[in-house]
């Protein structure tokens, strides 16, 4: 192991469904000059996917460094119907080979990584924000508010948005979006905020022993986007466009796809409801983004951000509108399988690159270990970015890198619904148990729009993705590698 003072801080800032074109040069005109600082100072990958888009999983891959079929966290961890609610208890996390190298660990904010597990069955020190596994407010938070005179339970909110009736009136109606009459410093995000700021400061104080790794999981921009002014209002929904995938019609698709718009309730959102629902989305990444910015600024303050590596990533994306849709769910889109990913190391990564790399969610559990010269565990499923980082976002020549990503879900709350996917920087291929698979021809059909699995013109690429895909449940011992293959020899 190397001398400690040599290894450096992390400070790790995930968000909670952020939608990887909030942040793209290319994307939405959202504010987000913290993170677009983190990219011209370090590197943004541009191709990062998470495993799964669901909280629970996706998190337990970042924490075990395996896909979700490694860990069994198939689903969120507190619902009812939950196949694993937690993680086997000798399953090597990142975290608990960082305690064990000497890193301090401190959290706060969302957990969701198990039902009667928390952050401090990890190694982490646990400052608050939410409760024990899921997404509630827990007593510190609380009594915040009360002592800023605005008790959680009675904040008011303004032009809210249902996908039914508003629920109070006893419907059965769902919030997706509202304005909220607090102050900025009122908010989780600010509080979740306040408690990294301490974290930093012990550091800095020499309060604390040996290097940290802190990270800050913000409830946001997931919905309900209920967000104060000047948030609710920096985006006008009059000037808001709708994306290309808004003239989704289904042809061609799982009818899954059409029924998840009634079992979101918004299959009789219009355009204007979409674009009132977006503004406040947006609102919410903005946010959250200026709080990313004070912690930045607080690095720099302390004289730590020399040698603290940043991270910021989600968990998964959001559908926001696009396909017509809402939150996440048995569709495999880009929307919430593309994740933001900006990483800045002083010193190494300060040429603001683009890494056009085909990239992981946990792949940082190996990446965060590397950088604490840990080797990363054998049951680890994930790769380390630290030569990536090294190497100006390009691998080593030396380094055969991979050339596509993977990914799969397993229903969630929608029930048996088991799909795999491969996706390589041109094509996308879905495989859906129950249903037609899905082909995308990413290049010509950015939006995902037309499923090309029955083309005559793609019957060679179509074989080349199964193929990936096969191979890839042979390498990851997926269990349902047996029965996903004689499903596509049939198909064949």
Not at 232 to 239: G, R, T
Not at 309 to 324: K, L, Q
Request: hydrophobic fraction near 35%.
């Amino acid at each position: 192991m190397a001398d400690a003072d040599t290894r450096p801080n992390v400070l790790h800032v995930l968000t909670d469904q952020e939608r990887y074109d909030c942040s793209a040069p290319a994307g939405p005109p959202v504010e987000t000059p913290a993170i677009d600082s983190l990219s011209s100072d370090g590197i943004r990958f541009d191709q990062a996917f998470t495993p799964i888009s669901i909280c629970s999983s996706a998190r337990a891959s970042l924490l075990t460094g395996q896909f979700p079929h490694g860990h069994g966290m198939l689903n969120n961890c507190h619902e009812p119907d939950a196949i694993q609610p937690n993680l086997p208890a000798d399953l090597p996390t990142f975290s608990e080979e960082l305690v064990a190298a000497g890193y301090d660990l401190t959290y706060t904010g969302k957990w969701h990584a198990g039902r009667d597990q928390t952050p401090a069955d990890f190694g982490f020190s646990y400052l608050g924000g939410s409760d024990d596994h899921h997404d509630d407010i827990d007593a510190a938070f609380r009594e915040y508010r009360e002592e800023r005179g605005v008790p959680v339970d009675e904040a008011e909110l303004e032009a809210a948005l249902y996908t039914g009736d508003d629920p109070r009136d006893g419907s059965d109606g769902t919030l997706v979006a509202a304005k909220t009459a607090v102050d900025v410093e009122d908010t989780r995000a600010y509080f979740l905020t306040e408690r990294t700021i301490d974290a930093i400061e012990a550091h800095a104080d020499g309060d604390k022993d040996g290097p940290f790794f802190h990270r800050t999981d913000f409830y946001g921009p997931h919905h309900p986007y209920v967000v104060p002014d000047p948030y609710a209002s920096l985006y006008d929904p009059d000037e808001i466009d709708p994306p290309a995938s808004y003239a989704e019609t289904y042809d061609g698709k799982p009818q899954v796809h059409e029924n998840y718009l009634a079992y979101r309730g918004v299959t009789d959102f219009d355009w204007d409801t979409w674009a009132e629902a977006i503004a406040k989305y947006w609102g919410f990444v903005t946010l959250i983004d200026h709080q990313l910015e004070r912690i930045l600024e607080t690095l720099d303050e302390r004289g730590l951000a020399g040698e603290t590596v940043v991270v910021h990533a989600s968990d998964h994306g959001d559908f926001a509108g696009s396909h017509r849709q809402f939150n996440k769910g048995p569709l495999m889109y880009d929307d919430t399988y593309r994740i933001p990913l900006q990483i800045r190391w002083p010193g190494v990564t300060d040429g603001g690159a683009t890494c056009s790399l085909p990239v992981h969610l946990h792949d940082l559990a190996a990446t965060v270990l590397e950088l604490a010269d840990v080797p990363a565990p054998d049951s680890f499923d994930s790769r380390s970015l630290v030569p990536v980082l090294e190497n100006s976002g390009e691998p080593p020549e030396s380094d055969d890198w991979r050339d596509s990503t993977f990914a799969q879900y397993h229903g969630d709350e929608f029930g048996l619904y088991s799909q795999r996917m491969v996706r390589t920087d041109r094509y996308k291929y879905v495989y859906n148990g129950p249903d037609i698979d899905e082909l995308y021809d990413l290049e010509a059909d950015p939006a995902e729009l037309q499923n090309l699995i029955d083309h005559p013109a793609y019957v060679d690429v179509r074989r080349d993705m199964r193929n990936r895909l096969v191979e890839w449940m042979d390498e990851t011992a997926d269990p349902n590698r047996i029965w996903v293959t004689d499903a596509l020899e049939a198909a064949s």
